[in-house]
């Protein structure tokens, strides 16, 4: 199993950014599905971004035009959050599935909060 962990969350006022940064413990098959997921106090989680097969990105429709997801190396992937709104304020967590289901891993998470 592949471990994972976020870093880069904090504080921000609205229309600031943050960088997430998610490392992997391990390389891993790229049929897989790497990305980021989101969840705010009292509601359900959501996908934010994702990269699929290594190359093919989606992002889910609230934060589309705003957040970008790429990798930083094989081992390392980035979210970075422009123009942040109070709706963004959640608890950001890292999630590796591979399509042969043999890894199915989240990272701990870690707090964005976006208020002035």
């Known amino acids: 199993q592949v471990q994972l962990r976020e870093s880069g969350g904090g504080l921000v006022q609205p229309g600031g950014s943050l960088t997430l940064s998610c490392s992997a413990s391990a390389s891993f098959d790229r049929h897989s599905a790497w990305g980021w997921y989101r969840q705010a106090a009292g509601k359900e989680r959501e996908l934010v971004a994702v990269?699929?097969?290594?190359?093919?990105k989606q992002y889910g429709d609230s934060v589309k035009g705003r957040f970008t997801i790429s990798k930083a190396s094989e081992t390392t992937l980035v979210l970075q959050l422009n123009n942040l709104k109070p709706e963004d304020t959640a608890v950001y967590s890292c999630?590796?599935?591979?399509?042969?289901?043999?890894?199915?891993?989240w990272g701990h998470g870690t707090q964005v909060t976006v208020s002035s």
């Open positions: 990269i699929s097969a290594g190359t093919i």
């Open positions: 999630n590796l599935r591979t399509y042969d289901k043999r890894i199915d891993s």
